[in-house]
């Protein structure tokens, strides 16, 4: 449930604030009722809602995912003009989509992008926790002791720990160590800070996965349309949660 002017929003109908007006001037109905109130506790999914007699349905979802090379940042637009991941996006998509989180400039891997707000949120909400893979390779051998810690949880800053996490070594020569490790929560540059926490600087990083998304073999700088089982699997997330 969310407030009616937040879902005309969300649906794309207007701002917040031109919905409000909306609702004021009577154009609005819940369920064949005139609206009065912005704030009216409305379900997405259940209610019908109308502006001027007419049903409001959202735009077409559309769901991708990006394999985001490294030094491209996940921002509308750079002061400095750098290359940015909407550069990478299909021209033609009929919809305005949105980054589902970020990925640092240095950080490449999988950015899902979509305009389903919905999902956008289950993904993001850290109360929910959907787990995200990282590889990364660190400067140095990591410790078994090490490798304990970051699955028991470090602190990154006082007072900020990270919670229990799964991690596991790929490989490891003199020099550096590639790990693989899930969290379930997306703390500004976490795994960077997770790696710098155990005294070992992460030199590559790369995401894997997120949920039930895989980065696979989709090549950097390449977009790719979700799969139905992929848009199922993410939507029941938030119905399983909410
Ligand atoms: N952890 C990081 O350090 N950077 C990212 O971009 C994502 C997770």
Same mark, same amino acid.
Do not use: W
């Given at each position: 449930?969310?407030?009616?002017?937040?879902?005309?929003?969300?649906?794309?109908?207007?701002?917040?604030?031109?919905?409000?007006?909306?609702?004021?001037?009577?154009?609005?109905?819940?369920?064949?009722?005139?609206?009065?109130?912005?704030?009216?506790?409305?379900?997405?999914?259940?209610?019908?809602?109308?502006?001027?007699?007419?049903?409001?349905?959202?735009?077409?979802?559309?769901?991708?995912?990006?394999?985001?090379?490294?030094?491209?940042?996940?921002?509308?637009?750079?002061?400095?003009?750098?290359?940015?991941?909407?550069?990478?996006?299909? $021209?033609?998509?009929?919809? %305005? #989509?949105? !980054? &589902?989180?970020?990925? /640092?400039? *240095?950080?490449?891997?999988?950015?899902?992008? =979509?305009?389903?707000?919905?999902?956008?949120?289950?993904?993001?909400?850290?109360?929910?926790?959907?787990?995200?893979?990282?590889?990364?390779?660190?400067?140095?051998?990591?410790?078994?002791?090490?490798?304990?810690?970051?699955?028991?949880?470090?602190?990154?800053?006082?007072?900020?720990?990270?919670?229990?996490?799964?991690?596991?070594?790929?490989?490891?020569?003199?020099?550096?160590?590639?790990?693989?490790?899930?969290?379930?929560?997306?703390?500004?540059?976490?795994?960077?800070?997770?790696?710098?926490?155990?005294?070992?600087?992460?030199? $590559?990083?790369?995401?894997? %996965? #997120?949920? !039930? &998304?895989?980065?696979? /073999?989709? *090549?950097?700088?390449?977009?790719?349309?979700? =799969?139905?089982?992929?848009?199922?699997?993410?939507?029941?997330?938030?119905?399983?949660?909410?």
């Amino acid at each position: 449930m969310h407030a009616l002017s937040r879902i005309l929003s969300k649906l794309g109908v207007a701002s917040r604030t031109e919905a409000a007006d909306m609702i004021a001037a009577g154009r609005v109905a819940v369920n064949g009722r005139p609206a009065r109130d912005p704030e009216q506790p409305t379900d997405e999914l259940r209610d019908r809602v109308e502006v001027d007699g007419r049903p409001v349905t959202g735009a077409e979802k559309v769901y991708l995912a990006m394999h985001k090379p490294a030094g491209v940042l996940t921002t509308a637009r750079d002061p400095e003009n750098r290359p940015t991941v909407y550069g990478l996006l299909p $021209k033609k998509l009929g919809a %305005r #989509v949105f !980054p &589902v989180g970020r990925l /640092d400039g *240095p950080t490449a891997g999988l950015l899902l992008f =979509t305009n389903d707000t919905l999902v956008g949120d289950t993904l993001t909400n850290p109360d929910i926790g959907v787990p995200k893979t990282y590889e990364f390779k660190v400067k140095g051998q990591v410790t078994p002791a090490e490798l304990e810690r970051l699955k028991q949880g470090v602190t990154l800053d006082v007072g900020t720990e990270t919670l229990p996490a799964q991690c596991r070594i790929l490989s490891s020569n003199a020099g550096s160590t590639r790990l693989e490790l899930t969290i379930r929560e997306g703390k500004n540059r976490q795994v960077r800070r997770m790696g710098l926490a155990i005294g070992h600087e992460v030199v $590559k990083l790369r995401r894997t %996965r #997120v949920g !039930p &998304v895989e980065l696979g /073999d989709l *090549p950097s700088g390449q977009c790719r349309p979700l =799969t139905a089982a992929e848009i199922r699997s993410l939507r029941a997330i938030g119905q399983r949660k909410r």
